[in-house]
């Protein structure tokens, strides 16, 4: 894409989550129209964009609608099937392309991904069938088995100690293809997002630190209180440097271990804003869901500036139930009589256990202030401290 598509411009996107949501919003206060394919009539993202091409994602009259109602299209989830951006791409640009968004679909390609560019990653085997199974070697026990494909907030994983837990959990998870990682000793998690255009310019996010429990991010904190800087450049130059090498157009995040011993890991990457990035919509003059817009237009990127110390805390479905199981609302009022809370609901009508269904970001002038608030706020909703 050569010129850029000013504001006025129709931008669609691929899933209706509240990613997609987030990034309507961003696309409308600029001035774009905006369309989303999803096939559900209540998705978050489509009840507010201007419309709302409802099929499958890979509906062929699905597919022509969206690319004749738009200019460029971009992807709100990695697990919309690569083969929909392809044909999406015959007739208008889609950012991030296919091939960058399969290789995030699969955690043994985007392993090898990070090995051919030198970012280290957890030890690992890839297991696709059962003699692979029988040949994975002793070091990587205790380890982590998880699902190749679709596996998202710590669901189709299982913790494995020995080669007895393997082979059972490899059938409970139905045989599918997996990778075995070894289970790492972690000290802190942290996430890098980058935005690069078609030119090849790359700018970051801050790096995150996150805070995961049972394997669904919880919080995330910026700056990160506990990572040296010189780490922190680390992750930026590896997260800048894998976008670099997939010749990638969009957002794109990457989630990091810090070891016991000071080492950092790749963990895996999303090709599209990310939970921990949340953040930048109340405390960077840039959020990721104006870069992703910014990125799939063709326009200027520009360093974004962390403007105030900030505190996400996600927001489950869990919150809408009391100690005794009976459905209630959060004490919004409450929360909201604090400094510097910023509520974002995703406009999700049924409450389930470990739903994300929102989430709440604190600003302040220091870390430390944005972190008392937000403690504040977690004893008010019930959630753990951290
Ligand atoms: P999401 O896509 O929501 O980030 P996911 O289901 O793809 O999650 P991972 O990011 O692979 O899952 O893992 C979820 C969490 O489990 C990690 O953030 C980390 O806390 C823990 N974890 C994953 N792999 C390892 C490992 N090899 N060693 C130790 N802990 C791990
Ligand atoms: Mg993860």
């Known amino acids: 894409m050569n010129e850029?598509?000013?504001?006025?411009?129709?931008?669609?996107?691929?899933?209706?989550?509240?990613?997609?949501?987030?990034?309507?919003?961003?696309?409308?206060?600029?001035?774009?129209?905006?369309?989303?394919?999803?096939?559900?009539?209540?998705?978050?993202?489509?009840?507010?964009?201007?419309?709302?091409?409802?099929?499958?994602?890979?509906?062929?009259?699905?597919?022509?609608?969206?690319?004749?109602?738009?200019?460029?299209?971009?992807?709100?989830?990695?697990n919309v099937p690569a083969e929909a951006l392809r044909r999406l791409a015959e007739h208008r640009p889609v950012a991030p392309g296919a091939d960058a968004v399969a290789v995030c679909q699969d955690r043994a390609d985007e392993k090898a991904q990070f090995v051919r560019c030198g970012v280290p990653c957890a030890p690992h085997a890839v297991i696709a069938d059962a003699a692979q199974l029988a040949a994975v070697p002793d070091t990587l026990l205790p380890g982590i088995l998880k699902t190749a494909r679709m596996g998202y907030d710590g669901k189709g994983q299982a913790t494995v100690v020995d080669r007895a837990a393997l082979q059972?959990?490899?059938?409970?998870?139905g045989q599918v293809g997996c990778v075995?990682?070894?289970?790492?000793?972690?000290?802190?998690?942290?996430?890098?997002?980058?935005?690069?255009?078609?030119?090849?310019?790359?700018?970051?996010?801050?790096?995150?630190?996150?805070?995961?429990?049972?394997?669904?991010l919880a919080v995330?904190?910026?700056?990160?209180?506990?990572?040296?800087?010189?780490?922190?450049?680390?992750?930026?130059?590896?997260?800048?440097?894998?976008?670099?090498?997939?010749?990638?157009?969009?957002?794109?995040?990457?989630?990091?271990?810090?070891?016991?011993?000071?080492?950092?890991?790749?963990?895996?990457?999303?090709?599209?804003?990310?939970?921990?990035?949340?953040?930048?919509?109340?405390?960077?003059?840039?959020?990721?869901?104006?870069l992703q817009v910014r990125t799939l237009a063709g326009l200027p990127l520009v360093e974004p500036r962390l403007h105030s110390a900030a505190v996400m805390l996600n927001l489950l479905g869990d919150l809408w139930f009391d100690a005794g199981d009976v459905a209630r609302t959060p004490p919004w009022d409450a929360v909201l009589a604090l400094p510097g809370v910023h509520l974002h609901l995703y406009g999700k009508t049924d409450a389930r256990r470990g739903r994300k269904m929102g989430h709440l970001t604190v600003t302040a002038a220091t870390p430390d202030a944005a972190r008392g608030v937000a403690l504040q706020v977690a004893a008010l909703l019930g959630l753990p401290p951290f």
Do not use: K
């Open 220 to 290: 995330t904190q910026v700056p990160a209180p506990d990572v040296d800087a010189v780490l922190q450049q680390q992750a930026i130059a590896a997260a800048r440097a894998v976008a670099a090498a997939m010749d990638y157009v969009g957002v794109l995040c990457v989630e990091f271990f810090v070891l016991q011993d000071g080492r950092l890991v790749a963990n895996e990457m999303a090709p599209r804003p990310h939970n921990s990035g949340h953040y930048s919509i109340d405390a960077c003059d840039v959020s990721q869901f104006e």
């Open 4 to 78: 850029p598509l000013l504001p006025g411009a129709t931008l669609g996107v691929m899933g209706g989550g509240q990613l997609g949501r987030m990034f309507v919003h961003a696309a409308q206060a600029l001035g774009y129209g905006t369309v989303v394919l999803d096939p559900d009539a209540a998705a978050p993202a489509g009840v507010v964009a201007h419309d709302q091409v409802c099929t499958a994602y890979l509906d062929p009259a699905g597919l022509a609608e969206l690319a004749r109602r738009c200019d460029a299209i971009s992807t709100e989830f990695e």
């Open 180 to 216: 075995l990682e070894q289970r790492l000793p972690l000290r802190h998690e942290l996430s890098v997002i980058v935005a690069r255009n078609a030119a090849g310019e790359v700018v970051n996010l801050p790096v995150q630190q996150n805070l995961h429990r049972d394997g669904i």
């Open 168 to 173: 059972a959990a490899w059938a409970r998870l």
